[in-house]
Every structure is written in C-alpha cells, then in structure tokens.
C-alpha cells in the first residue's frame, strides 16, 4: 500500500479512529494487523520474510542473554547477522553478483538469476531488527519477552517500507504505554503528513516527468538540459524521501508514538559532513554505530581513518541499489569526505590568511554554494541508468556549445503550462522550506492563528489542485 492511493485514504482514517476506540491492551494486535495488511497490501507472500526476520531476531535476542559464554552469544549474534543479511543479499544482490561474475567470465557462467521481485522496504527493516540484536550483544538493552509488540516493532506500518530506520530503546517502550487521545497532537499530526503530501505529490511527481524523459535518453539532450534535469532530480528525491518521512512521522505522531527527524534542510549544509549530518539521519547514525564505530572510527591510524570513511560510504552506496552506479555515487562521497580530511589543515591556514572570519555569512555562502555543486554532481551518478550515460552525460555537460532550445523543445513536449506552475512552486518551495519544514516539525512559533489557517489552507489547495495523483511509488521503496 502506498501513501498516495486510495487505499491509504481509507485505510489510515480507519485504523486511527479504531485504535482510540480499543482499549489500551488491544491497540497494540490492531496495529500489528494494520501493519501486515498494509505490506501484504503490495504482495502478501513476501510477508514471510517479515515474519521469518522477527521470529529469528526475538530467538536470538533472548539466546544472547541466556547465554553462559561469550562463544555462545557470538554464535546466537551470528544467526541473526547471517539471517537478515542472507535474506538482503540473497533478494537485492544475487543477481547484481550473478551478472558481475557472467560479465567476467563471459557467456560460460552456468548459474542463472533469480526471478523474484526486490522486497518493498527489505533494506530498511532489515537494518531495524538487526540493530535489536545487536544493541542486546553490546549489552545496551535487555530483550523484550513480548513476542507481539516485537513484532510491531519490526513492521510499524507508517516507517516500514522506508523508515526512519528506529532503533529498539527508542520504539519498542512505546507501544508499552497508554496512549491518550490528544487532539493538539492529532492535529501536529495531521500538518506534517499535509506538508509531506505537498512535497511527494505537487513537487517530486511533477518534476518527475522531466528526469525521467531526460535520464532515459540522455544521448538525445545537451548539456544544459542534463544540468537542468539534474538540479530537479535533487529537488525531487529530496521532496520524495523527505515527504515519506514526514508523512510517517506525522502518522505515528497521530497514533501517539514519536519517530526520529530523518531530515534537517540538507541542501543548506555548508560542507559534506554537515550534509550527511542532515539527510538521512537514521541511515547515517545507524552505519556510524554499527559499522564506522567498530572498524575503529577516527580512534585509528590516520590512514585506517581515512579507510573505514570509505568503506563505510562504499557501502553505503550499494545498500542503496544493486547497481554500479550506486556504488559510484557511494564511493565519491566516501571520497569528498576523505579528502577533506587530507587537505584540512590547508584549508585552514588559507582561510585565516584570507580573513574569513570577518565575513562569516558570506563564506558560509560560498561554501553552501559549493557544497551544493558537489552533491548536484553525485546526484547525477546516483540517478543515471548505468555508467555508460554517465558518460553520455558527461559528454554532453563538457560539449561548450550550449543550445537552450533543448529546454524549450522538453517543455513543449510536456506541457509546459504544467511544467511552469510546478517549477514555480518548486522555487516557493524551496524559499519557504526552512521556516516550513520546522513548523511542521513543531519547531516554529506559530505566526498567527489567521496566518497558520492561511498558509495550510494553500498547501491543501495546492496539494488538491497541482497534485499528481496516482500510484506513483516513492523512489526509496525500491531500495
């Protein structure tokens, strides 16, 4: 089931007004029922993987507390770590492995791939659980003996298919407590999934059309229509993925259960630290803690520092697809941050020499400017069909004769009334965002109870007027 149908329309009204209506001891089946309806909703065999992923977790779980030895914790911590990620590599990967091994040693290869279908969401509640387990082995959190609200904790429909990525110490003791009808927080609910429609359904869906007739051709375009599909591919993944979140933040904020932020207006990061420090959150604490930390972190030699950010950014790039290009993308970025480690203490011997201190917004500016040009750039590798129209595109971006009738010849031929309304309320979007995205958040002093009316008032008339509806999937239920 996705956000944007129908279905969820009907759906979500009905399981909130039931779940205030059971008492308190009943809630918890009827969200796990609403949860698994929800999934099954897409394809309801792949259920097994949920179920499979839970039993073997909650097993493990109390396995390591049971445990005498530290053998005997390993090897339980072991059945878990080998389960969840012999269902991710055996669903998302065996095939992208398979077709690497057959380009190697040409048409002889004998093993064939795998006709199955990419799990919705498997990337996202595989991490989840396996992050149970491990937390229990680190001995940060005791075992739950509740098999049901474990499970809930697993498939907790607003954040299953493409998270924020929760950890236990922060969900699980929820679905524990009471929780009591509060319309002041029904209604904070209620604007953040409003605002998080706005982003996925007037803003990503719109400019969607425009990427994909470019990203799919890319031979057919110049260089400034590839820049220009670029910038809005950034703006629409960025208002796709954040507006998931927002959308299952506000739901679970309905329901009376917090998740964490998993966006803080990333495109105004000054460097690309700061940048992943602000997108994806729950992506970027989860491989700091559970991978970047015990590889050794920066508590190394410098360059095995160096090495354990590149690795982590490597595969961090290939959890988000099965395919080279991400990898690329994940490798640069492992790259960027690398490199600014080498070239730290020149750059700030230059910036004292320069006097920076003196205008720091307007340095700040710059730097968002150029931090903005880097990952405009990665965007490309990340959203580009293979490595070869990377190339294409490349080609095309170089080529110094630039010809603007490309653009016009795009927007003809997709509306370009459409087009232009939407463009324009991609730059409003993105001027209003800051203040916006906070007062959603509930981090924003009102402005006024007329203008608070006004202003929700517009997103709701945009969202029914300019909103392309439909079953258009968000772009993170692929990975």
């Given at each position: 089931m996705l956000f944007n149908s129908f279905e969820f329309a009907v759906f979500f009204p009905l399981v909130a007004a039931a779940y205030f209506l059971l008492p308190h001891r009943w809630r918890w089946l009827l969200l796990l029922g609403a949860s698994y309806w929800f999934y099954m909703a897409w394809k309801a065999e792949y259920?097994?993987?949920?179920?499979?992923?839970?039993?073997?977790?909650?097993?493990?779980?109390?396995?390591?507390?049971?445990?005498?030895?530290?053998?005997?914790?390993?090897?339980?911590?072991?059945?878990?770590?080998?389960?969840?990620?012999?269902?991710?590599?055996?669903?998302?990967y065996f095939n992208f492995l398979n077709g690497t091994l057959r380009d190697l040693f040409g048409a002889g290869w004998p093993i064939a791939d795998l006709d199955v279908l990419l799990p919705m969401g498997i990337s996202f509640y595989t991490f989840q659980t396996l992050s149970y387990t491990i937390d229990v082995y680190r001995r940060q959190l005791e075992p739950t003996r509740d098999l049901g609200r474990f499970a809930l904790y697993v498939t907790f429909f607003p954040q299953l298919v493409a998270g924020p990525i929760e950890r236990a110490p922060a969900l699980l003791p929820q679905f524990f407590r009471e929780v009591r009808f509060d319309a002041a927080r029904v209604t904070r609910g209620l604007k953040q999934m409003l605002w998080g429609f706005f982003k996925k359904l007037v803003i990503a869906d719109r400019v969607a059309p425009i990427v994909d007739q470019v990203y799919n051709h890319p031979a057919?375009?110049?260089?400034?229509?590839?820049?220009?599909?670029?910038?809005?591919?950034?703006?629409?993944?960025?208002?796709?993925?954040?507006?998931?979140?927002?959308?299952?933040?506000?739901?679970?904020?309905?329901?009376?259960?917090?998740?964490?932020?998993?966006?803080?207006?990333?495109?105004?990061?000054?460097?690309?630290?700061?940048?992943?420090s602000r997108w994806h959150i729950s992506l970027s604490t989860w491989f700091r803690d559970y991978l970047y930390i015990p590889l050794g972190g920066n508590r190394v030699l410098k360059w095995r520092w160096y090495f354990n950010l590149f690795?982590?950014?490597?595969?961090?790039?290939?959890?988000?697809?099965?395919?080279?290009?991400?990898?690329?993308?994940?490798?640069?970025?492992?790259?960027?941050?690398?490199?600014?480690?080498?070239?730290?203490?020149?750059?700030?011997?230059?910036?004292?020499?320069?006097?920076?201190?003196?205008?720091?917004?307007?340095?700040?500016?710059?730097n968002v400017l150029v931090t903005g040009l880097l990952v405009l750039f990665s965007w490309m590798l990340f959203r580009a069909n293979d490595i070869g129209d990377i190339g294409v595109m490349l080609a095309r971006i170089l080529d110094l004769r630039p010809d603007p009738s490309g653009l016009h010849a795009l927007f003809i031929e997709l509306r370009s009334d459409v087009m232009i309304v939407t463009c324009g309320l991609a730059l409003f979007f993105f001027l209003a965002d800051p203040w916006a995205d906070r007062f959603a958040k509930g981090e924003a002093r009102s402005p006024g109870r007329w203008a608070e009316y006004g202003w929700y008032g517009l997103l709701l008339a945009a969202t029914l007027l300019f909103g392309q509806y439909g079953r258009t999937e968000f772009i993170y239920f692929q990975f």
């Open positions: 259920a097994v993987l949920l179920v499979i992923s839970t039993l073997v977790d909650f097993t493990a779980a109390r396995g390591i507390a049971k445990a005498s030895t530290p053998v005997g914790r390993k090897r339980w911590l072991l059945l878990s770590v080998i389960t969840n990620l012999g269902i991710l590599v055996g669903f998302k057919d375009h110049d260089g400034i229509t590839v820049i220009f599909a670029t910038a809005l591919f950034a703006l629409q993944i960025y208002c796709d993925f954040s507006g998931y979140s927002d959308i299952a933040i506000g739901a679970a904020r309905v329901l009376g259960f917090d998740l964490m932020e998993n966006f803080r207006t990333p495109y105004r990061s000054a460097s690309i630290r700061e940048f992943w690795v982590v950014f490597l595969i961090s790039g290939l959890w988000h697809g099965a395919n080279w290009t991400f990898v690329l993308w994940g490798a640069l970025h492992g790259a960027y941050l690398v490199l600014a480690l080498v070239f730290a203490p020149f750059w700030r011997e230059a910036e004292r020499k320069l006097g920076v201190h003196r205008i720091p917004r307007t340095w700040r500016f710059l």
